[in-house]
């Protein structure tokens, strides 16, 4: 069976042909300035057009797809990318443990600080509506939705090792280790409750269900005996780290007090 997709590079020029129409949206200037942006060397605008362009401007275009069908592909391509870089580097973490890190990475908040970072919002073709929304902040959802397009848009006009570059170069380079400390909840409660004179909080586990394959496990956290929180995980050290963002949350010294 022959293979259609982009991955073999097989009849690509035909595919491109049939998948992308050029809207004559970007100019060289417009191309020069994203190849810089990017870091890569734009062989077809037109993918690039429609990754930036939005649903709200195809609404009211005839003939005009949306960046809706490139951000699916983009989805994937990202999290295979990064499945693959955390499956690497850490070695011995379990699977529950490197989908809550690739959870972390690939959520909306990290894909619209890149968005930031590359200032892609400039090159965004939107209704007049929708600018509006995307300039006053009410949704970051446009802004993560055209990373994953621009992704797609790498990954069919130059190939898997390009888009994997730029998902280096601007997601895992720049955030993998920070999700790795910023959200060390454990660490967190232990310093806050040394703050103020308590001990080290203990750790129990109060519920465990699911198959061996599937397990679900419930960590509660406790100082002095008194509870401060619980959490769910797929591991212990998961749930852990859950029980002790909820006890940060619903802190409350008077109760430690009593």
Known sequence: MEYIGFLFRQNYQDNIKEIFKGNNIFNDEVKKELETILNIRINNIEIFEQAFLHSSFAGIKKDVISNERLEYLGD????????????????????????????????????????????????????????????????????????????????????????????YCNIINVFSEAVQTDENYKKQLQELLLSYNFDTPIYQLLDETGADHDKVFQIGVYINNIFLGSGKGSSKKIAAQHAAKDAIDNFSLSKLLK
């Not at 809550?100 to 200032?119: G, M, Q």
């Not at 892609?120 to 902040?137: N, T």
């Open 76 to 167: 994937a391509v990202l999290e295979f990318i990064i499945s693959d870089f955390l499956f690497t580097k850490y070695k011995n973490k379990p699977e529950g443990e490197l989908t809550e890190i690739r959870s972390r990475l690939v959520k909306r908040e990290t894909l619209v600080r890149v968005a930031e970072n590359l200032e892609i919002k400039k090159f965004m073709i939107l209704s007049y509506g929708a600018k509006k929304e995307l300039l006053s902040k009410k949704t970051d959802s446009i802004l993560a939705n055209v990373v994953e397009a621009v992704i797609a848009a790498i990954y069919i006009d130059s190939g898997l090792d390009k888009a994997a570059n730029f998902i």
